[in-house]
Nanobody, 122 residues
Framework: QVQLVESGGGLVQAGDSLRLSCAAS????????MGWFRQAPGKERSFVAF????????NYANSVKGRFTISRDNTKNTVYLQMNSLKPEDTAVYYC???????????????WGQGTQVTVSS
């Protein structure tokens, strides 16, 4: 079956960096758009970034543009999220997701990981 496994979360201070990874199995990875979403306590899950099947196209939420970078390695079936200049408001559980079409809406994503916690202290 399809599995998406995130890693790389943790507790950091404001201004620090983290790199999240999401390893995929059970699907033809290069056929899927990959997205990162996040959910803070008491809030809905929100779009962070997506990357096209080839990696040639990316899109970011305004709140992370210029600080976060999404990338993928189709030879390793892995998508990454490099997060720089982290802020306390970036604190959330971060999820990766797979989708056959480009979308920023969580409801269109077919497969989800279990999430990894990112906590940014001030």
């Amino acid at each position: 079956q399809v599995q998406l496994v995130e890693s790389g979360g943790g507790l950091v201070q404001a201004g620090d960096s983290l790199r999240l990874s999401c390893a995929a199995s059970g699907l033809t990875f290069s056929n899927y758009v990959m997205g990162w979403f996040r959910q803070a306590p008491g809030k809905e899950r929100s779009f962070v970034a997506f990357i096209s099947r080839s990696g040639g196209s990316t899109n970011y939420a305004n709140s992370v543009k210029g600080r976060f970078t999404i990338s993928r390695d189709n030879t390793k079936n892995t998508v990454y999220l490099q997060m720089n200049s982290l802020k306390p408001e970036d604190t959330a559980v971060y999820y990766c997701a797979a989708n056959r079409i480009i979308s920023v809406a969580p409801k269109f994503y077919d497969y989800w990981g279990q999430g990894t916690q990112v906590t940014v202290s001030s």
